[in-house]
T-cell receptor
Framework: DAGVTQSPTHLIKTRGQHVTLRCSPI?????VSWYQQVLGQGPQFIFQ???????GRGNFPDRFSARQFPNYSSELNVNALLLGDSALYLC??????????????FGPGTRLTVT | RKEVEQDPGPFNVPEGATVAFNCTYS??????FFWYRQDCRKEPKLLMS???SGNEDGRFTAQLNRASQYISLLIRDSKLSDSATYLC????????????FGKGTTLSVSS
């Protein structure tokens, strides 16, 4: 079975630009979460979506937004890019948002460099 | 206090050694606990969930102490392939909406 897929794998943008990152969850998983990982740190939670609704938001500015589509894939958008947005952006999928199964499975990530 | 704190590391051990990683968390509402492994420039991969009764998977043993808000991971008979960063992870709340990661502890196993 295919795991979580993300595109693109690498991206270079200039300060002030906008970026869209894409994620497809594991087949049958309805929840998608986004994380940002800067070098030397653990991943930091940005958003969680389930059934196209936002179910959780981390401590990130409004420049960050996301959405989930009927096929459960998701996009993360970042406006007005700053140098500090350079990071590995990880998408994770999970079967549900409740119940006993909390394990999340990560995609390979999109490495964003802002110059 | 950080939400999840881990041993700073790095840990440099010879093959065959036993190594233990420690982790503390601050949110008493956390209900789920995990260890993830991350290889250099790769995504985190779930190593094991951690249960109150403790659990073992081959050479790996995880323990949870809810009263002390403490989690541990023990690796026995270390292999070269165990070299990676180990991330201690807890759920943010009962619904498990978000995973809160520690900074990670790097393990290097040498021959």
């Amino acid at each position: 079975d295919a795991g979580v897929t993300q595109s693109p794998t690498h991206l270079i943008k200039t300060r002030g630009q906008h970026v869209t990152l894409r994620c497809s969850p594991i087949s049958g998983h309805k929840s998608v979460s986004w994380y940002q990982q800067v070098l030397g740190q653990g991943p930091q939670f940005i958003f969680q979506y389930y059934e196209k609704e936002e179910r959780g938001r981390g401590n990130f500015p409004d420049r960050f937004s996301a959405r989930q589509f009927p096929n459960y894939s998701s996009e993360l958008n970042v406006n007005a890019l700053l140098l500090g947005d350079s990071a590995l952006y990880l998408c994770a999928s999970r079967e549900t948002v409740g119940g006993a199964t909390y394990e999340q499975y990560f995609g390979p990530g999109t490495r964003l460099t802002v110059t | 206090r950080k939400e999840v704190e881990q041993d700073p590391g790095p840990f440099n051990v010879p093959e065959g050694a036993t190594v233990a990683f420690n982790c503390t968390y601050s949110n008493s509402a956390s209900q789920s606990f995990f260890w993830y492994r991350q290889d250099c420039r790769k995504e985190p991969k779930l190593l094991m969930s951690v249960y109150s009764s403790g659990n073992e998977d081959g050479r790996f043993t995880a323990q949870l102490n809810r009263a002390s808000q403490y989690i541990s991971l023990l690796i026995r008979d270390s292999k070269l392939s165990d070299s990676a960063t180990y991330l201690c992870v807890v759920s943010s709340n009962q619904a498990g909406t978000a995973l809160i990661f520690g900074k990670g502890t790097t393990l290097s196993v040498s021959s």
